[in-house]
């Protein structure tokens, strides 16, 4: 059975959504074995190979808010795997034994999502497709 092509198949805002939703889907089942989720496992893999990054340069580095860097830091913070040190108006985010102990089990989760979605899409097109997502989304937050 095929499945019927969307009305909104032209819409950018729809495609990109329903892509999103299927690849956060696949992440997830992959970066399970890590005991994180995926952005979880993004921001450990970040500090672990920037300690001390300040705050806002993740935030920068992951295309996320502020407020949002902080939420994630904060629940790494809880569960053991990140420490924040503030220095005077900034907030440095410093790995802790338990994050660097599992930055090659996330590395391996990331390769996974990796070999899976390529193993459908093709090794080029995944490229290509990630190129020019990644280009939209810089130029879509230009200000």
């Known amino acids: 059975m095929t499945k019927k092509q969307s009305p909104y198949c032209q819409c950018l805002y729809y495609s990109a959504n329903a ?11 992959e970066f399970g074995v890590t005991g994180l989720s995926p952005s979880h496992a993004f921001v ?9 990054m300040h705050a806002g340069e993740l935030a920068e580095m992951m295309m996320l808010t ?5 939420r994630l ?28 102990d599992l930055d090659e089990i996330i590395r391996r989760a990331w390769l996974s999502l990796y ?6 899409l093709g090794e080029e097109d995944s ?11 810089l130029l879509l937050d230009q200000k």
């Open 73 to 100: 830091v904060e629940k790494l913070e809880q569960s053991g795997f990140l420490k924040r040190v503030v220095e005077g108006r900034s907030t440095l985010v410093f790995p802790t034994k338990s994050s660097v």
């Open 44 to 52: 450990v893999m970040s500090v672990n190979k920037n300690p001390g």
């Open 127 to 137: 490229a290509d497709l990630t190129t020019k997502v990644y280009n939209a989304a």
């Open 115 to 120: 070999q899976r979605y390529i193993s459908i």
């Open 66 to 70: 502020p407020s949002t860097v902080t």
């Open 19 to 29: 892509l999103a939703r299927i690849l956060t889907k696949i992440a997830e089942e």
